[in-house]
């Protein structure tokens, strides 16, 4: 039955798709991007009527990297064995609920009821979506012991004491993505497809002229920018959402010979490569309800929202070790210890195996513009 909202009949199905058809530039960008994989295969095992919050789906090792034997009539050949790697991903679930008092007529100013408050939940939760991704990728970065750092330490390129070639210590210049990309991944650099960044980066990078905005020719045929930019023929997403970290002052040591360093902001530009983070919209029983209080400051009506979404870095896996409960926070996403590289116990050896870091195309960099 649907519901009744401010004297209006409430039907959740309609209601969500208006939501879904709303759109958001930033989000169509990163999630149409070739960076986001939508796996809509592993929604049904993730509910929570069947699979729970967590999963763990295999990735198939290569058979490249071992040396042939030589084939010359005496010689035995000896056969090898593919790896197959455990990859475990854990679904977020986030909640909100909005109260107001003739609700539909005071949010909307009297336009249509539905439209309105959907693109306003669908803008609120696009931000959550994107913060939640933002998480997921600080806590990648947080991993902690030897074959998790190999990841790290070669996907981080730090330029916040690199003279670059404008002669500018600490900042991006036409290299720089390009460099941090080849330290990732080597040869593998050209999965690289989108890079997000900070908009004190994007403009210091656009007073070099290394920007190039995309056009298109409008209804009069005049040629207009549509704000999506490339550099080194790589999507750019522009966000202030995009980590900033304030670093204090250093004193000079006359003793040590260490410099005055002034109070500072870095920037991280994250980087990210084709197929980089599976995405899955893995649905709630009840997304959108409402409930009317007739008694409540002369009655009041309450819109209820609800969502589970996994996002899930390729050659990552989540490892719950710092999980309270069923859903993880963004503390919680964003603890170093929650993150491993994918790995598989070897029968032969019995020791464990990990993925080659430079198959991750997820890379960051560190600048102070």
């Given at each position: 039955m649907p519901g009744i909202f401010d004297e209006k009949i409430f039907n959740a199905e309609v209601f969500k798709g208006y939501v879904d058809?709303?759109?958001?530039?930033?989000?169509?960008?990163?999630?149409?991007?070739?960076?986001?994989?939508?796996?809509?295969?592993?929604?049904?095992?993730?509910?929570?009527?069947?699979?729970?919050?967590?999963?763990?789906?295999?990735?198939?090792?290569?058979?490249?990297?071992?040396?042939p034997l030589n084939y010359d009539g005496t010689t035995d050949i000896t056969a090898n064995k593919t790896v197959t790697f455990r990859h475990s991903r854990v679904v977020v679930g986030r909640a909100n609920a909005w109260t107001e008092n003739d609700f539909s007529y005071d949010i909307t100013g009297g336009q249509d009821f539905l439209e309105n408050v959907a693109q306003q939940i669908s803008e609120y939760w696009n931000e959550v979506d994107q913060d939640t991704l933002l998480h997921v990728l600080n806590g990648i970065f947080n991993m902690t012991g030897a074959a998790n750092l190999k990841?790290?330490?070669?996907?981080?390129?730090?330029?916040t004491g690199v003279e670059n070639s404008e002669g500018k210590v600490g900042y991006m210049d036409a290299t720089t993505l390009n460099s941090g990309m080849q330290q990732a991944c080597g040869d593998n650099k050209s999965a690289f497809s989108l890079c997000c960044m900070h908009s004190v980066v994007a403009t210091n990078l656009e007073n070099l002229k290394l920007l190039t905005y995309m056009k298109h020719n409008d209804a009069n045929g005049i040629e207009r920018e549509i704000g999506l930019a490339t550099l080194n023929g790589r999507l750019v997403i522009i966000d202030d959402a995009m980590p900033v970290k304030d670093v204090a002052a250093?004193?000079?040591?006359?003793?040590?010979?260490?410099?005055?360093?002034?109070?500072?902001?870095?920037?991280?530009?994250?980087?990210?490569?084709?197929?980089?983070?599976?995405?899955?919209?893995?649905?709630?029983?009840?997304?959108?309800?409402?409930?009317?209080?007739?008694?409540?400051?002369g009655g009041a009506d309450t819109l209820y929202s609800r969502q589970r979404k996994c996002f899930a870095p390729y050659g990552i896996s989540f490892t719950q070790k710092s999980m309270t409960s069923l859903s993880p926070t963004d503390n919680e996403l964003e603890t170093g210890t929650n993150w491993e590289l994918v790995n598989s116990m070897n029968p032969d050896t019995n020791k464990t195996e990990y993925i080659d870091h430079k198959a991750i195309p997820i890379a960051r960099i560190i600048s102070l513009g």
């Open positions: 058809r709303i759109p958001n530039t930033k989000r169509s960008a990163l999630i149409t991007s070739r960076a986001i994989r939508p796996r809509p295969d592993l929604a049904s095992a993730m509910k929570d009527q069947t699979g729970g919050n967590y999963i763990t789906t295999t990735m198939r090792g290569l058979i490249s990297g071992s040396a990841f790290v330490n070669a996907h981080t390129h730090n330029v250093v004193e000079a040591d006359e003793d040590t010979g260490t410099p005055a360093v002034p109070a500072h902001k870095e920037y991280t530009t994250y980087v990210l490569g084709d197929g980089a983070i599976e995405y899955t919209d893995c649905g709630a029983k009840v997304p959108y309800e409402v409930d009317r209080d007739p008694k409540t400051n």
